[in-house]
Each structure stands twice: as structure tokens, then as C-alpha cells.
């Protein structure tokens, strides 16, 4: 017998692997691996969660029409050129979906989020790396990049896992001397975080330009990651394709009104982003003094270099930190395999990991 055959590409994607979550004997730990809010979500955003659990037996509204409105008032959009997804995930699978197929080209950073790369392998399109120059995106290599066949370039501002951006310049740049025809997706999932004068989330490019897509999310600054959400602001030709690809019912209720809630709960936002603002220099700074390259970020993370030596290098720091109950991201998928990535934490989980890691690059016990 012969077995179904998948569509080109499936057998090459390796299965995303989120970080994780314990340590062996489920031992308690401070997970540090996924980027996720450190003061967790926003207490009103709970209680309109479970509100509604009694109508769990209702289909949620199709249209996320009262969530788009809501995300409209609070980043001054248009709510008709708003499309929400079950997470930012779900929204860049579908445009490759609706804009990528055998044969085409899905551009990305050479070590930009991986999603690009295992949805563009999904829809049979061939994902494309630039490099990058000093863990940054280089203009000039991605637009190297374009060819005949390229159907979007995929720029993550700032870029999951380096923390490294490009400035409003850079952008305008990019998006100027890209072919029309290329449709410019810029992933802000981390733009709530971002305080520097030269940045910019690209959600002024979609109004200026009728090929480019800004998605976000709300698994990050608003807390929800366990609730699936993001959404996509871009042209309305743009709108009315993911449309007409997407689930009818893909996101569901507790997602919506919980997003509506942390929306509006501005203080919950600004004690999140404050916190952040607080910890990561620390955090950075407190690495460096161990004699360890910290990567600038200006997201709530920070990529880190080890030694390349056996013994002390970033396999032996990852395993001595979970004997020690603490869980960073390892980075081999991304070509970094000297490198770990640590959230920012809360005050003691950052205490706590470098407190480790000093008694790892000195040589004492792990316990």
C-alpha cells in the first residue's frame, strides 16, 4: 500500500517548539522562555473573561466587530481595515496562504521569527533568508533578496529574538524601493514595549502605502497569550482577502471580550510597560557585569552570547539554569546556538537568574 502523500514542503518544516514551561521532575520554575507579560494580564481583563463563561454554547461574533472598535479607538484606526486572528500566528499563515503558493517566495530576515519560514513551507512557498548585519536587519540585503518570484517580505520591528529594529528612515526606505507588487508585512508584536524617538510600529505606512500590512498582537504587553489573539491593520484590498480566507468563527469569545477589557485598562498597560522600561537595562546591564554580550533590545527580552568553550558555554548555562529552576530559550533554531534569550521578569525572577548565572560562569555547584 502507498501511504497520502503531503504537498511539498510539510516533511521539510520542523514542528515549532514553544519554550518551556518546567524543569524535569516538574520541579516549580521561573519560565523566562516565551516573552510573556511579567505582571501577567490585567485584572479587568479576567473578569470579563469570566463573565462570559456561561455562553460558552453561543458562536462568538464572526466580524470581531466591538474588539475591532475597540483596538481602532485605542491606536486611532479605522475599524473596516482591521482583520483579527487567533494570535499574530493565525494572521501570518493567512497571508501567505492568500499571497504565496509552489513556486513563489516568502522573504525574511536570516534570523527573524520562524513562523515566516514554517507557514511559507505550509503553503508550498519557498521561505528566503537575508542576512543580517550585527543580529539587524540590513536594507540593502533584503531588497538583494527580491526577485521575480518574491511575494512578501516578512520584517519583525523589533525582531523576535535579537530585540534589534529599524528606524521610521529604515522603513520608509524599505518600502520605497520594494516592487508594488511585494506585499510588506511588518510584525509589531512588540511595539507596546518600544520607547525610542526613531522607532515606528508601520502603522503610518499602511495608510501611506497600498502594500503593506502591520500585524500585532496580544499575547505580549496585554497578557493574553494564552488566549490566542492578534490582528492585522492593512489596505482594504488586503482586508477583504483575509476575509475571505479566514475561519468564520476564529476568534472566540472569551478572547474577544477579555482584548477589550485590557485595552481599555490603560493602567494595567503603563505599570507593564514601566516595569519593563525598569528591568531590562537592569537585567542587561547585570549580565554584561558577569562578563556576558547582552544584545540591545527595546523589546521585553534580552538575547545573550556565551562562550563557545565546553563546559561553560550556552547548552551548559541552559542545563545548570534548570537544575537551578530557571528556563531561558535556547536558540538553535534560530542560527544561534551560543545564545540564550530571557524574558524580562518579574524583580525576583531577574535577581534570581543572574544571581545563577554568576555562580555558573565561576564554576559553582549547580545546587
Given at each position: 500500500?502507498?501511504?497520502?502523500?503531503?504537498?511539498?514542503?510539510?516533511?521539510?518544516?520542523?514542528?515549532?517548539?514553544?519554550?518551556?514551561?518546567?524543569?524535569?521532575?516538574?520541579?516549580?520554575?521561573?519560565?523566562?522562555?516565551?516573552?510573556?507579560?511579567?505582571?501577567g494580564p490585567s485584572p479587568?481583563?479576567?473578569?470579563?473573561?469570566?463573565?462570559?463563561?456561561?455562553?460558552?454554547?453561543?458562536?462568538?461574533?464572526?466580524?470581531?466587530?466591538?474588539?475591532?472598535?475597540?483596538?481602532?479607538?485605542?491606536?486611532?484606526?479605522?475599524?473596516?481595515?482591521?482583520?483579527?486572528?487567533?494570535?499574530?500566528?493565525?494572521?501570518?499563515?493567512?497571508?501567505?496562504?492568500?499571497?504565496?503558493?509552489?513556486?513563489?517566495?516568502?522573504?525574511?530576515?536570516?534570523?527573524?521569527?520562524?513562523?515566516?519560514?514554517?507557514?511559507?513551507?505550509?503553503?508550498?512557498?519557498?521561505?528566503?533568508?537575508?542576512?543580517?548585519?550585527?543580529?539587524?536587519?540590513?536594507?540593502?540585503?533584503?531588497?538583494?533578496?527580491?526577485?521575480?518570484?518574491?511575494?512578501?517580505?516578512?520584517?519583525?520591528?523589533?525582531?523576535?529574538?535579537?530585540?534589534?529594529y529599524l528606524t521610521r528612515?529604515?522603513?520608509?526606505?524599505?518600502?520605497?524601493?520594494?516592487?508594488?507588487?511585494?506585499?510588506?508585512?511588518?510584525?509589531?508584536?512588540?511595539?507596546?514595549?518600544?520607547?525610542?524617538?526613531?522607532?515606528?510600529?508601520?502603522?503610518?505606512?499602511?495608510?501611506?502605502?497600498?502594500?503593506?500590512?502591520?500585524?500585532?498582537?496580544?499575547?505580549?504587553?496585554?497578557?493574553l497569550a494564552a488566549l490566542?489573539?492578534?490582528?492585522?491593520?492593512?489596505?482594504?484590498?488586503?482586508?477583504?482577502?483575509?476575509?475571505?480566507?479566514?475561519?468564520?468563527?476564529?476568534?472566540?469569545?472569551?478572547?474577544?471580550?477579555?482584548?477589550?477589557?485590557?485595552?481599555?485598562?490603560?493602567?494595567?498597560?503603563?505599570?507593564?510597560?514601566?516595569?519593563?522600561?525598569?528591568?531590562?537595562?537592569?537585567?542587561?546591564?547585570?549580565?554584561?557585569?558577569?562578563?556576558?554580550?547582552?544584545?540591545?533590545?527595546?523589546?521585553?527580552?534580552?538575547?545573550?552570547?556565551?562562550?563557545?568553550?565546553?563546559?561553560?558555554?550556552?547548552?551548559?548555562?541552559?542545563?545548570?539554569?534548570?537544575?537551578?529552576?530557571?528556563?531561558?530559550?535556547?536558540?538553535?533554531?534560530?542560527?544561534?546556538?551560543?545564545?540564550?534569550?530571557?524574558?524580562?521578569?518579574?524583580?525576583?525572577?531577574?535577581?534570581?537568574?543572574?544571581?545563577?548565572?554568576?555562580?555558573?560562569?565561576?564554576?559553582?555547584?549547580?545546587?
Amino acid at each position: 500500500m502507498i501511504a497520502p502523500i503531503p504537498r511539498p514542503g510539510i516533511l521539510e518544516i520542523e514542528p515549532y517548539v514553544g519554550g518551556r514551561a518546567e524543569v524535569a521532575g516538574g520541579r516549580p520554575a521561573i519560565k523566562l522562555s516565551s516573552n510573556e507579560n511579567a505582571l501577567g494580564p490585567s485584572p479587568k481583563a479576567i473578569a470579563a473573561y469570566r463573565e462570559v463563561a456561561g455562553t460558552l454554547h453561543r458562536y462568538p461574533d464572526g466580524s470581531s466587530s466591538r474588539l475591532r472598535q475597540a483596538i481602532a479607538r485605542r491606536f486611532n484606526l479605522d475599524p473596516e481595515r482591521i482583520v483579527c486572528g487567533a494570535g499574530s500566528d493565525e494572521l501570518i499563515a493567512l497571508l501567505i496562504r492568500a499571497y504565496a503558493g509552489p513556486g513563489e517566495e516568502v522573504l525574511h530576515t536570516e534570523h527573524g521569527f520562524l513562523m515566516y519560514r514554517l507557514s511559507a513551507l505550509a503553503a508550498g512557498a519557498h521561505p528566503v533568508s537575508a542576512p543580517e548585519r550585527q543580529l539587524r536587519a540590513d536594507v540593502d540585503a533584503l531588497l538583494a533578496r527580491v526577485t521575480t518570484r518574491t511575494r512578501i517580505l516578512f520584517l519583525a520591528n523589533p525582531n523576535n529574538p535579537t530585540g534589534s529594529y529599524l528606524t521610521r528612515d529604515e522603513l520608509f526606505a524599505l518600502r520605497q524601493r520594494l516592487p508594488e507588487r511585494v506585499l510588506l508585512v511588518i510584525d509589531a508584536a512588540y511595539a507596546e514595549y518600544a520607547s525610542e524617538p526613531d522607532y515606528c510600529d508601520g502603522l503610518e505606512l499602511v495608510h501611506e502605502f497600498d502594500n503593506v500590512v502591520v500585524t500585532r498582537t496580544f499575547s505580549k504587553l496585554f497578557g493574553l497569550a494564552a488566549l490566542r489573539l492578534g490582528w492585522a491593520f492593512a489596505p482594504p484590498a488586503v482586508v477583504d482577502v483575509l476575509d475571505r480566507v479566514r475561519g468564520p468563527f476564529n476568534v472566540s469569545t472569551p478572547a474577544q471580550v477579555a482584548g477589550i477589557a485590557a485595552l481599555e485598562d490603560l493602567e494595567h498597560q503603563q505599570a507593564s510597560k514601566r516595569h519593563n522600561d525598569i528591568w531590562r537595562p537592569w537585567l542587561a546591564s547585570h549580565l554584561a557585569d558577569l562578563g556576558l554580550a547582552v544584545y540591545p533590545s527595546i523589546a521585553n527580552f534580552v538575547l545573550v552570547a556565551f562562550p563557545r568553550e565546553p563546559g561553560r558555554d550556552a547548552a551548559a548555562a541552559d542545563a545548570f539554569l534548570q537544575e537551578r529552576g530557571l528556563i531561558g530559550r535556547r536558540m538553535e533554531a534560530y542560527g544561534l546556538p551560543h545564545c540564550l534569550r530571557f524574558t524580562v521578569g518579574r524583580e525576583s525572577d531577574n535577581q534570581a537568574l543572574v544571581a545563577a548565572l554568576d555562580d555558573f560562569l565561576a564554576g559553582r555547584a549547580a545546587r
